[in-house]
């Protein structure tokens, strides 16, 4: 099945359709029709990577990859980059360029244990464990 995302007149995501397989790529032809602004997403697509959705491992056809990323409610539109930004999770976070994902300024610990972000201070704080 075919993707495509309805922008508002700011390129936010406003509606993302299920279009026929023999729409793949008639972007135009849909705006036509309708008179709104669509743009075709991949489903299968996160960060640049098309992956096979019945491995969950990266396709072998790279081709598929669309947009960098599939457009989610609230996602932008980057037309310089031909990209679905999603909305910045924090102010403090940056755009990776290659992905098209935010990242915070500094890396998550891979400790094997649970991690949320403080804004406040910028930094990892660890997720301490209730007990009952």
């Known amino acids: 099945m075919a993707h495509f995302a309805k922008l508002d007149g700011n390129n936010v ?5 299920v279009g026929r397989d023999e729409d793949d790529g008639k972007e135009a032809e849909l705006c036509a029709r309708t008179g709104d602004v669509y743009k075709q997403t991949s489903y ?3 960060g640049g990577v098309h992956y ?3 491995t969950g491992e990266p396709s072998a056809n790279q081709s598929k990859a669309l947009r960098k990323n ?7 539109y980057d037309a310089g980059r031909d990209a679905f930004i999603p909305p910045t999770p924090y102010a403090s976070w940056l755009l990776n360029e290659t992905t098209c994902l935010w990242e915070a300024p500094v890396p998550m610990p891979q400790d094997g244990k649970r991690y949320y972000w403080n804004e406040k201070t910028t930094s990892w704080v660890e997720q301490q464990e209730v007990t009952a």
């Open 13 to 17: 995501v406003i509606f993302v359709t």
């Open 44 to 46: 299968n697509t996160r």
């Open 52 to 54: 096979d959705p019945n």
């Open 70 to 76: 599939y457009a989610g409610l609230g996602y932008t």
